[in-house]
């Protein structure tokens, strides 16, 4: 008897988010196919059923971050997208630059976790990463007020000073550096946003 779509979806949606999770860990090359289904709870089996290989689970896996956990971490942050205001532009700064987001590797946003994986991947994976990365500008200058000069080239450079200065803090864990380094990247954001 073949199992309901919502079974399926459920599945799916399980296969994804344990890999997005294993990816931030380990980096694509270190994850397995086996690995990915034990972590969801299922058959390597039935891995095929859901995806054509493990290229296609990446791009899915980088493309659910937005509306999966970055919309859980959004809220978090006290962020509606339905609904922004020029104080959600600091407030993103905030929970993206935060010590939080640095020490929580599974949830991290891929960008962070996994640029360096991203560059040698498929085109579909780089586009749902260039997705992530348009929809982190969006939101900074909308959030942004109306009468600011140079908006858009503002928000640019802050989502920049966001993931890179989360990028180069993770590479150097435990360390005072790594704290200086979020600190300044976040200082300089917060200029940005509010000049």
Known sequence: MPYSASHRDASRAKIVEAARMLFNKYGFQNVTIDQVMQEAGLTRGGFYNHFKNKEALFSEAVSSFLMGRGAEWRQDAG?????????????????????????????????????????????????????????????????MPINQANRHQNALASAALCVGGMVLARTLPDSELAEDVRSAAHHAATQLISA
């Open 79 to 143: 962020i509606d997208i339905s609904n922004l205001k020029p104080e959600m532009a600091q407030q993103m700064v905030d929970a993206y630059l935060s010590s939080k987001h640095l020490g929580d590797i599974d949830g991290q946003c891929p960008m962070i976790a996994l640029p360096s994986d991203v560059a040698r991947a498929d085109p579909e994976t780089q586009e749902a990463f260039q997705n992530l990365l348009t929809a982190m500008v969006w939101l900074l200058e909308t959030a």
